[in-house]
């Protein structure tokens, strides 16, 4: 029994697993924040039991949320994996550890081996009613203890179910609450205009809901309450419509921003009704304050199924509401739509404009979609659209390219007129999908696919797109193996002064070495890292390796050298990239100037406060930073004055061609001057010759990186280098 519970809880997309982690959603208590009630029944069981240790989890399927704790510092939450809970889920009543550091189940476990150091415990199941295994109630000790009797454990078991039951009161009192907050928004608020936009009619809700007073709309313009930014968008809309185009919007409720007396806004949702035509057209709108809403249940939309900006389905709903269609075995289409650029308008322009497109977007795409179609946001740049019962291949693909124009078309916002681009993906049900994870997952291959195409095309789901996904997660597993085992190891490339022939320097650059296939490069497996969550998990790797090295160089009595770590996107994406690149330091007491991290230009896009002000902590502690592969990316010379940089790397692809070709001359003597300009050193990589080395001393370079000095080797190696005297003089340099 107890294998079979393990294998479902390791296997989420399993239905016992599936019907688990709903349940889960449904109480809406894992990730919460401490309550009084958990708290005391925490207290109960530790007094019971003595022990120092006591929790009550809940356990999602990657992570242990602790809700109440007894000496466990604050810990809110930890991977699933890390802890003894995840079997006590899985078994059947009280599981039971004398000693855990002697068990070989759990002896290296993190919570075993790590801060924590449990050596007793003994956790209870937290079941539902209908027999759902939300969590576990555990007891615990940092030294051994005899097992529980069987009294105990029984009571144990009842304090688990008094925890359970606390589950249920709180979900009733959620209920109510939301209850009394859905009767609490039901203010209704009425306008009406003409034809050409002027308010003919505003009830008293209305004027409560906008600030005005009695009367005062009447006769106005309505795009008084429409804030300036979206203004143009309405007035282009209402024109169309007062011209005899179809209205796209009539009958249908959606989300939007409105406009007080006072100039503050409010989120509403709105129901547009049209009548007559030309001079006698009409314009009514239902209009109702979700602010309270928005407020309110921000934290429960996230952890439920409501996208928290627009109010659309989020991918959880489409999900749910694609599973429960396909349950009837109807046929469906399925659409991905990815907003090429929305990242960029937000970072660029401030997220309230972000917002505001995102909400254009939903106003075009929903007036372009029939009326049993759901639209869902299903990521920050990605929208779905599912369309029930859509059988005909041909049909969905027409409706689809229909939609690029609304999303590719350009917005007037205020006084930004945004561009932005579209791909979209397609996928049907049952050729592609007879349920709706298999369903969803053949869209996320075709938009994959997608993504790799020019813009403006929509890609259909095709067999062989999940034999190379396949493919990928295979490498991906593998590479997780291969760091565990010890296969990942890092070589070192030297960097020379080129008047001396010293080591300046040595890049850190990653390795595979494979039991089977031998020493892989790069190629071979990084555009698998990158494209993926080991991204973070390689690259801290790779920083905390790399300063350990060097730190053992030292402490062999070896010059000192720079270590230079490329990073991946990822690191900078994470936000915490300062304190682990400082803590790495410390850890191996080593001075920050000893390392450098180098950004491409494609991070260096990434541009953001958060990142610009992480370097900048870096830069002030003495870390160097160096911008790679400069001149061939998008990034600008406005990225040599926002980063706080101290090194430029010239490309290898200039200084091939650097005795042939006058224009790759020019850009090196360029980025040469620039760095002299700025106070930055600078390294020319791909050096294979003593001509293209004479060539770049001529041109004042100092530093050089190449074959003609030696490929990335080992550690060893390196340090027989360095020990050398003279180091890499010219006449002993390693081809």
């Not at 062999?556 to 050298?561: R, Y």
């Not at 004479?694 to 370079?701: H, I, P, R």
């Amino acid at each position: 029994m107890q294998g079979t519970s393990i294998e479902t809880a390791e296997h989420p997309a399993s239905e016992a697993e599936r019907g688990r982690l709903a349940s889960l959603a449904r109480c809406r208590i894992a990730g919460t924040p401490p309550e009084a009630a958990f708290d005391r029944l925490a207290d109960l069981a530790a007094d019971l039991f003595g022990t120092p240790l006591c929790a009550i989890s809940f356990l999602d399927a990657e992570h242990q949320w602790v809700k109440a704790g007894i000496g466990f510092g604050g810990l809110a939450d930890f991977p699933r994996a890390d802890g003894l809970c995840a079997t006590a889920l899985a078994g059947e009543g009280v599981l039971v550890v004398p000693d855990a550091a002697a068990d070989p189940r759990f002896r290296d476990l993190p919570a075993v081996r790590g801060p924590l150091g449990i050596r007793f415990y003994a956790g209870v199941p937290l079941v539902t009613r209908r027999g759902h295994r939300l969590g576990v109630l555990c007891v615990a000790d940092r030294v051994p203890r005899r097992a529980p009797s069987a009294k105990a454990r029984a009571r144990l078991a009842r304090i688990g179910s008094l925890v359970m039951e606390a589950v249920a009161q709180r979900g009733r009192t959620m209920a109510r609450r939301d209850a009394n907050g859905f009767v609490a928004a039901t203010a209704w608020a009425l306008i009406t205009t003409d034809g050409a936009g002027t308010i003919t009619f505003a009830n008293a809700a209305c004027e409560r809901l906008l600030g005005y007073g009695p009367g005062e709309l009447l006769g106005r313009d309505v795009g008084i309450i429409v804030p300036v930014r979206l203004r143009g968008h309405h007035a282009a809309g209402l024109k169309g419509v007062a011209s005899g185009r179809a209205p796209r919007l009539d009958g249908k409720t959606v989300e939007v921003t409105a406009l007080c007396r006072d100039g503050s806004e409010i989120p509403v949702e709105l129901s547009l009704t049209l009548w007559g035509s030309g001079d006698t057209l009409g314009v009514g709108a239902v209009l109702r304050d979700i602010s309270e809403r928005r407020r309110r249940d921000a934290r429960l939309l996230r952890l439920a199924h409501q996208d928290p900006r627009t109010g659309l389905p989020n991918r959880a709903r489409l999900t749910d509401d694609l599973a429960a269609h396909l349950a009837e075995g109807r046929p469906a289409a399925l659409l991905a739509i990815a907003v090429e650029g929305l990242r960029g308008i937000g970072d660029g322009f401030g997220q309230a404009v972000g917002d505001a497109l995102v909400e254009a977007l939903v106003v075009r795409l929903t007036g372009r979609l029939p009326a049993e179609a759901l639209l869902a946001r299903t990521g920050e740049d990605e929208l779905a659209v599912l369309l029930p019962g859509q059988d005909d291949a041909a049909a969905a693909r027409a409706l689809a390219e229909g939609l690029i124009p609304a999303v590719t078309d350009p917005l007037s916002l205020g006084e930004h007129v945004l561009h932005v681009g579209a791909r979209v993906a397609l996928a049907h049900a049952p050729a592609h999908g007879t349920d709706a994870e298999e369903l969803m997952a053949s869209l996320d291959l075709a938009l994959d696919g997608a993504r790799r195409e020019p813009a403006g095309r929509v890609r259909a789901y095709e067999p062989a797109m999940r034999e190379r996904a396949a493919e990928r997660r295979a490498l991906q597993d593998a590479l997780r193996g291969a760091l565990l085992a010890g296969e990942i190891v890092l070589a070192y490339q030297p960097q020379i002064d080129l008047a001396t022939g010293a080591i300046r320097g040595v890049e850190a650059l990653i390795r595979w070495q494979h039991p089977e296939r031998g020493l892989l490069p790069p190629a071979d497996f990084l555009p698998a890292i990158e494209s993926s969550a080991l991204a973070l998990r390689f690259g801290w790797w790779t920083i905390d390796e790399a300063c350990r090295q060097a730190a053992a160089w030292r402490a062999a009595g070896l010059p000192d050298v720079t270590v230079a770590v490329n990073l991946f996107s990822e690191q900078v994406r994470a936000g915490t990239l300062a304190d682990v690149v400082l803590e790495a330091l410390a850890r191996h007491g080593l001075p920050p100037a000893a390392l450098e991290i180098e950004l491409t230009e494609v991070i260096a896009l990434l541009d953001d406060a958060g990142t610009r002000a992480a370097l900048s902590r870096l830069h002030a502690h003495g870390v160097g930073i160096a911008l790679d592969d400069f001149g061939t990316g998008y990034a600008s010379l406005s990225t040599l004055k926002l980063f706080p940089l101290t090194k430029l790397k010239i490309d290898r692809g200039f200084v091939r061609d650097i005795l042939a070709d006058p224009h790759d001359a020019a850009i090196v003597r360029a980025v040469l001057e620039i760095g002299r300009g700025l106070d930055l050193s600078v390294v020319a990589e791909g050096i294979e010759t003593p001509e293209q080395e004479a060539a770049l001393v001529g041109m004042g370079c100092a530093c050089g990186q190449g074959y003609l000095y030696g490929r990335a080797v080992g550690a060893e190696e390196i340090a027989r280098r360095l020990a050398r005297p003279g180091a890499l003089r010219p006449q002993t340099r390693v081809a």
